[in-house]
Nanobody, 124 residues
Framework: QVQLVESGGGLVQAGDSLRVSCAAS????????MGWFRQAPGKEREFVAA????????YYADSVKGRFTISRDNAKNTMYLQMNSLKPEDAAVYYC?????????????????WGQGTQVTVSS
C-alpha cells in the first residue's frame, strides 16, 4: 500500500510558476506509475500528467503540454509537477495518484491510491 501527500499549492498570478510535490510512503514507490489529476469546482476530475516507473516516459494532457513538467525522484519517494506559464483555467485541486500499472494512464479509475489534494489558485 502507498500513502500519498501533496504539497506546494498556493495562490499565484497568471504567468507565474509553481511546483507541487507528492510524497509517498509505504512500499516500493518505484514500482508505481504515478499521475497528476486536477479538479476545478463544478467540473470532473481530469488527467494532467503521468510518469512511468523509472521516469523515462512521461505523458501530458494537451492543455498543459509544453507548460508543465512531471518528474520523480525514486530515492526520495517523491513526484513533482513543475507548472509554468500558469493560466486562470489551471486553477484546481491537484491530486497525485499511484497505480501498479496495467490500465490507461489517463483514466482516474486506473489508479489505486490517491492523495488528499493541494489547491492551486491562479489570479488573472
Amino acid at each position: 500500500q502507498v500513502q500519498l501527500v501533496e504539497s506546494g499549492g498556493g495562490l499565484v498570478q497568471a504567468g507565474d510558476s509553481l511546483r507541487v510535490s507528492c510524497a509517498a510512503s509505504g512500499r516500493l514507490f518505484s514500482a508505481y506509475v504515478m499521475g497528476w489529476f486536477r479538479q476545478a469546482p463544478g467540473k470532473e476530475r481530469e488527467f494532467v500528467a503521468a510518469i512511468s516507473w523509472s521516469g523515462d516516459r512521461t505523458y501530458y494532457a494537451d492543455s498543459v503540454k509544453g507548460r508543465f513538467t512531471i518528474s520523480r525522484d525514486n530515492a526520495k519517494n517523491t513526484m513533482y509537477l513543475q507548472m509554468n506559464s500558469l493560466k486562470p483555467e489551471d486553477a484546481a485541486v491537484y491530486y497525485c495518484a499511484a497505480t501498479p500499472g496495467g490500465g490507461d494512464y489517463y483514466r482516474d479509475r486506473s489508479y489505486y491510491y490517491w492523495g488528499q489534494g493541494t489547491q492551486v489558485t491562479v489570479s488573472s
